[in-house]
């Protein structure tokens, strides 16, 4: 338990110095909240018909994926065990593993050494989601270059179809100002209208997804505040931009075109 850094709640962790800590369980505070058993440590339970007493209680750790809440769980102390957990020095993980591997060779000759680090076991709970983020990123990048690409062209002609119009507002004395804004406020209007479709939208689909997890984070209002802001800001770079350029043009060549 030292070498996993819990954490002990009531008595104590095992030790070679008791000799009946052979018989001695550790349970976890859910277990014993469980079982309703007040001052736990020293009292005798039966575990498979072997009576075992109590020494210590371990604060609550997770030892299973996240979708699930920590369940009731005891240690006992075995001399005998498949598994030998090792903490490893940071950057001396090689030397480390290859003089275990020399001495579980020289116990069991002939035997494979097999050995896992438990934060790969931990990370691989969770490779669906990680698989799911990366496509999501993809799939989000794409999405926006298409769509930036889109409005490019849509405010392109837009702008080329309404340049009559601003070229007789601006003889009229209508400022640069206040032509970018006309060409650009219902492209404006429009993602706003989106951004009202899609933000329940999001907000709903993220609230299930969190729900299917034991212990859930509440959806942070400040993302979807971020993301139309974002929004609305491609929207006016690229809109203003072709309006910008729009509003640049001489009027005099406009309308003797017209």
């Not at 990680?130 to 799939?139: H, K």
């Amino acid at each position: 338990m030292q070498t996993m850094g819990l954490k002990m709640a009531d008595g104590r962790m095992f030790s070679g110095d008791y000799p009946t800590d052979s018989a001695g369980v550790v349970f976890n505070e859910t277990a014993i909240q469980a079982m309703g058993l007040k001052n736990p440590v020293g009292k005798t339970v039966k575990l498979w018909g072997v009576s075992s007493h109590i020494i210590g209680v371990v604060k609550d750790f997770h030892y299973e994926s996240l979708y699930k809440r920590v369940g009731p769980l005891f240690i006992a102390y075995r001399k005998n065990t498949d598994n030998i957990v090792v903490r490893l020095k940071a950057g001396a993980e090689k030397q480390t593993i290859a003089r275990l591997a020399a001495l579980y060779a020289a116990y069991n000759p002939g035997l494979p050494f097999d050995y896992q680090f438990l934060d790969g076991d931990y990370q691989a709970l969770y490779a669906s989601e990680e698989r799911v983020a990366l496509l999501s990123r993809y799939f989000a990048a794409i999405a926006i270059l298409v769509s930036c690409l889109g409005l490019f062209g849509l405010a392109a002609f837009n702008a080329q179809k309404r340049q009559k119009e601003v070229s007789i507002r601006k003889v009229v004395g209508a400022s640069i100002k206040n032509l970018v804004f006309l060409l650009s406020k219902e492209f404006l209007i429009l993602v706003c209208l989106a951004a009202l479709i899609a933000v329940p939208v999001g907000w709903w689909a993220t609230s299930q997804w969190l729900g299917t997890f034991a212990y859930q984070a509440s959806v942070n209002p400040l993302i979807f505040v971020l993301t139309v802001f974002l929004m609305l800001g491609i929207t006016f770079i690229i809109v203003g931009y072709q309006a910008f350029k729009a509003a640049l043009t001489n009027p005099v060549k406009s309308l003797r075109s017209e």
